[in-house]
């Protein structure tokens, strides 16, 4: 046997073993497709394929941090007791209870009664509406987003905040490291912060020769601000300008579209508990949980709510149970809005299920994307939808519709930083306000018939006649989203 032949065997063998043990390493506590695309991208292009696995092939936190996550729940577990009363008990759907008691063991935060809930539909109104709470701050101001500028649009923020640091309030701020380098302003918005005096950190740095490396694209996606316990902003916007200082952004004329919740009561104080974890996780340093006696107020206005924090920081996919466990037990009517639909199996399959028992089932998404992959991505998932009775509808162009919430029968809704997509589902850290009150589901309601009105509604006949050229990349894009 010539050494050319040999040479040949011993390679082949060798790839063999590596497909093998790839196989027996990749689908441990993976999902089979999920396993599947990772071994075949291995087997046929085994070199870039073992690399790239190396690079993002790993869905969790590194321990350390996950360990400071679990030293935060505990804290939160151990608080004072009454937490968990709540004002409408007795009003809550049946299932709402063992929901409750999930997204306690999963985030250890409780239900709270005795707030109240109010959306926020305008993109300028919202900023103003943080800024106007940043000035009447005492104690502190904590502030977390994932992307966060200082430009024309922030600008009220930001004089708020530098106004709070001259009255001596302690003001904290949190905003992911990647994201920064995304866009403009970074060194600016960095210098603003020092200067006035406030904390500032990057979450889940990338910074190799500081010992911070995690697989890049686990980053934190919350958005909260926090003014003394007192009140609370948390949804899908971010704090910068609605184009997003992108070129071809500002060239289409496009902007996005958000939706904010302010929120007061004691359910602020679990709020603020997100953004103690994540600042404990960045700085070492674990700041005081509120644990003063909880008295919920006796009112039909206020609302009972709970907060879910997810994430690679958590053994589960948190928000996923959320979201599947909530259109699982829908009786009548389930309304989705989400910029980026890239569902888990569990998640499409629910909603099918729950379009062919003959509920009232609807999906808001942008006409247009600002993802390329993920906007054809999430088109390969409507026919399945549309041959269930799923009504899909397309919010018109220019705008782009970011706002993140959901909504099931008349009393129950969820809006928070978490699209339907594998990232926010599995990779990404996300924040979702749980809401009981036919109130406000009613004023939820208000903003999806807004939608309606202002959206294309896709026909399944039409769709299925879509140009061969869209069909072709909706189907591959599909494809990318098992690599996880």
């Not at 389930?334 to 199996?345: A, L």
């Not at 924040?431 to 959206?455: I, N, P, Q, W």
Request: glycine share 4%; hydrophobic share 45%.
């Amino acid at each position: 046997m010539s050494q050319t032949v040999l040479l040949s065997w011993l390679m082949f063998a060798a790839h063999v073993l590596i497909v093998l043990v790839a196989a027996v390493l990749i689908s441990t506590n993976r999902k089979p497709s999920a396993a599947i695309a990772w071994i075949l991208t291995i087997i046929f292009i085994p070199v870039l394929g073992i690399l790239f696995f190396l690079l993002v092939g790993f869905g969790k936190l590194p321990r350390k941090r996950r360990e400071k996550q679990g030293e935060v729940s505990e804290a939160i577990l151990a608080r004072t007791d009454g937490l968990d009363r709540v004002s409408h008990r007795d009003e809550w759907p049946s299932w709402l209870a063992s929901m409750v008691r999930m997204n306690r063991n999963l985030g250890s935060l409780p239900m709270v009664g005795g707030n109240s809930a109010e959306l926020i539909e305008s993109y300028t109104g919202s900023i103003q509406a943080m800024a106007d709470a940043i000035d009447q701050a005492q104690h502190f101001v904590h502030v977390e987003f994932f992307i966060l500028v200082q430009d024309e649009a922030t600008a009220p923020v930001f004089d708020a905040l530098e106004r709070a640091c001259r009255r001596e309030v302690q003001v904290r701020v949190l905003s992911d490291h990647v994201a920064q380098f995304m866009y403009p302003n970074r060194k600016a918005t960095i210098r603003r912060f020092a200067a006035m005096g406030a904390e500032y950190r990057p979450m889940l740095p990338l910074q190799p020769l500081r010992g911070h490396w995690r697989r890049p694209d686990l980053r934190n996606h919350r958005k909260l601000l926090v003014v003394d316990s007192m009140v609370g902003f948390t949804g899908s916007q971010n704090l910068i300008i609605d184009h997003y200082h992108k070129k071809k952004t500002i060239k289409r004329g496009l902007h996005w579209h958000e939706l904010i919740v302010r929120l007061t009561g004691p359910i602020v104080r679990e709020l603020d508990a997100v953004f103690v974890t994540d600042w404990y996780s960045e700085t070492d340093e674990l700041l005081p949980l509120d644990t003063s006696p909880v008295r919920p107020e006796d009112d039909d206005e206020l609302v009972d709510a709970q907060i879910l924090p997810s994430g690679p920081g958590f053994d589960n996919d948190n928000n996923l149970k959320l979201f599947a466990a909530m259109i699982q037990n829908a009786r009548q009517r389930i309304s989705i809005t989400s910029p980026y639909y890239v569902p888990d199996e569990t998640i499409q399959m629910a909603l099918v299920t729950a379009g062919s028992r003959g509920l009232d089932v609807e999906l808001f998404v942008s006409e247009i994307g600002d993802q390329f992959m993920v906007f054809h991505a999430q088109r390969s998932y409507y026919e399945q939808l549309l041959r269930a009775g799923v009504k899909i509808y397309l919010y018109r162009a220019p705008t782009i519709l970011h706002a993140k919430h959901l909504s099931i029968d008349d009393d129950v809704a969820v809006i928070g930083s978490s699209n339907l997509d594998i990232r926010s589902l599995s990779l990404h850290l996300e924040l979702s306000v749980l809401v009981h009150g036919a109130k406000f589901t009613a004023a939820m309601r208000a903003v999806e018939d807004d939608y309606r009105s202002k959206s294309r509604q896709v026909v399944l006949e039409e769709w299925l006649h879509r140009p061969t050229r869209e069909r072709i990349f909706d189907n591959l894009m599909r494809l990318t989203s098992s690599l996880q």
